[in-house]
T-cell receptor
Framework: EPEVTQTPSHQVTQMGQEVILRCVPISNHLYFYWYRQILGQKVEFLVSFYNNEISEKSEIFDDQFSVERPDGSNFTLKIRSTKLEDSAMYFC???????????????FGEGSRLTVL | AQSVTQLGSHVSVSEGALVLLRCNYSSSVPPYLFWYVQYPNQGLQLLLK??????LVKGINGFEAEFKKSETSFHLTKPSAHMSDAAEYFC???????????FGDGTTLTVKP
């Protein structure tokens, strides 16, 4: 069964360092997302990406965040200068949208746990 | 705008008892509604979804949910809890074609032997 894969599963970094989280969405999906979940808290939307551009972003997704689909298969989230409060589980998700009778549900990866020291 | 409220951050039931996890939503357009389950240290797995049509939807692991437009609710139920059902459950709403899903705060389900 196709699945969304994320790497790394866990990354520890020093405050101020740049981090890149990688995702390989399901191959025929057209919509891509990043969510984050701070430990013990709700799942928060960060950004959605369609047709090689950001379609929507939340207030959390400020200038230190960026997303890219560099090669047609990977979908990356870059945090330019990490802060302590960026420590969270980051989930990538993808969707086909509603084309072809699909119902638009999100398929999530296993997550990348980011720890900022 | 869309939002989700999950009533009860923690629910505890005995094995074999009915599971009821509550979800109310707000959406300016007809919603798409989802329940996801998250086991410890794992990602989110879709349990079931409502888009259009039949308001009672069945999902995996014996769970089902009923969409009640008049009550703006989408409560999740399972007739008989199993120990393996212990997990975090998230209700989510999406209002647009593959637009973002907005999640509730989650409900932790504990199943006692």
């Amino acid at each position: 069964e196709p699945e969304v894969t994320q790497t790394p599963s866990h990354q520890v970094t020093q405050m101020g360092q740049e981090v890149i989280l990688r995702c390989v969405p399901i191959s025929n999906h057209l919509y891509f997302y990043w969510y984050r979940q701070i430990l013990g808290q709700k799942v928060e939307f960060l950004v959605s990406f369609y047709n090689n551009e950001i379609s929507e972003k939340s207030e959390i997704f400020d200038d230190q965040f960026s997303v890219e689909r560099p090669d047609g298969s990977n979908f990356t989230l870059k945090i330019r200068s990490t802060k302590l409060e960026d420590s969270a589980m980051y989930f990538c998700a993808s969707s086909t949208g509603l084309a072809g009778g699909s119902t638009g549900e999100l398929f999530f990866g296993e997550g990348s746990r980011l720890t900022v020291l | 705008a869309q939002s989700v409220t999950q009533l009860g951050s923690h629910v505890s039931v005995s094995e074999g008892a009915l599971v009821l996890l509550r979800c109310n939503y707000s959406s300016s357009v007809p919603p798409y509604l989802f329940w996801y389950v998250q086991y410890p240290n794992q990602g989110l797995q879709l349990l079931l979804k409502y888009t259009t049509g039949a308001t009672l939807v069945k999902g995996i692991n014996g769970f089902e949910a009923e969409f009640k437009k008049s009550e703006t609710s989408f409560h999740l139920t399972k007739p008989s809890a199993h120990m393996s059902d212990a997990a975090e459950y998230f209700c989510a709403v999406s209002s647009t074609n593959a637009g973002k899903s907005t999640f509730g705060d989650g409900t932790t389900l504990t199943v006692k032997p």
